[in-house]
């Protein structure tokens, strides 16, 4: 099974200012199988990011994705205030198991 | 515009069966585009996903490691929806599940359901 480790834990950040996620695999995933996530209270999981680096539909291009084989990086251009949650990333290319990282949560300074 | 409707108790005593149901709209269980998930969310596990079922000529079933002896994930065609079975339930099967849509046997999860609380006490 493929464990993925995002760091950091928590990053306290302003509006404005640019986040870097960052999400770690214990193997290659294959094929760029990584998705990103937001996720707030009472809310399930929202797909962002896809195939390492393609948005999913709807969402602001203040959001993207880069990295392959074990390093992969979620980047916010600019923080919205609706910006702040918790970030997941999953990879979905080692069948049969799917898997998630313990989350970042990003909160404002 | 694909929506999730899930059912099913709340509450649930160790040792039973926690059962849910997922009920589509909008798309086909049968669909052999999609693969349908159960995933489920709690504090000390985060997020688990814990399998799903799809159609590709025949059924196909893939179920996580940590559950495999106690998961069922049935497809009800006719009524376009689907279910999870959990046998033996224990308080660490506590959590939020959620049902969830994937566009293929290899994509991310684009559609989720609102979630059940799903709480395993005497």
């Known amino acids: 099974e493929i464990v993925l480790t995002q760091s950091p834990g928590t990053l306290s950040l302003s509006p404005g200012e640019r986040a870097t996620l960052s999400c770690r695999a214990s193997?290659?995933?294959?094929?760029?199988?990584l998705a990103w996530y937001q996720q707030k209270p009472g809310q399930a999981p929202r797909l962002l990011i896809y195939?390492?680096?393609r948005r999913a539909t709807g969402i602001p291009d203040r959001f993207s994705g880069g990295g392959s084989g074990t390093d992969f990086t979620l980047t916010i251009s600019r923080l919205e205030p609706e910006d702040f949650a918790v970030y997941y990333c999953?990879?979905?290319?080692?069948?049969?198991?799917?898997?998630f990282g313990q989350g970042t949560r990003l909160e404002i300074k | 515009q694909v929506h999730l409707q899930q059912s099913g108790p709340g509450l649930v005593k160790p040792s039973q069966t926690l059962s849910l149901t997922c009920a589509i709209s909008?798309?086909?269980?049968?669909?052999?585009?999609?693969?349908w998930n159960w995933i489920r969310q709690s504090p000390s596990r985060g997020l688990e996903w814990l399998g799903r079922?799809?159609?590709?000529?025949?059924?196909?079933?893939d179920y996580a490691v940590s559950v495999k002896s106690r998961i069922t994930i049935n497809p009800d065609t006719s009524k376009n929806q689907f279910s999870l079975q959990l046998n033996s339930v224990t308080p660490e099967d506590t959590a939020m599940y959620y049902c969830?849509?994937?566009?293929?046997?290899?994509?991310?999860?684009?559609?989720w359901g609102q979630g059940t609380t799903v709480t395993v006490s005497s």
């Open positions: 969830a849509r994937a566009p293929g046997a290899a994509a991310a999860v684009d559609v």
């Open positions: 909008g798309d086909s269980v049968s669909s052999d585009s999609v693969a």
């Open positions: 079922t799809y159609y590709r000529s025949k059924w196909y079933n």
């Open positions: 193997q290659s995933v294959s094929s760029s199988y």
């Open positions: 195939g390492a680096s």
């Open positions: 999953q990879q979905y290319g080692s069948s049969p198991a799917i898997t």
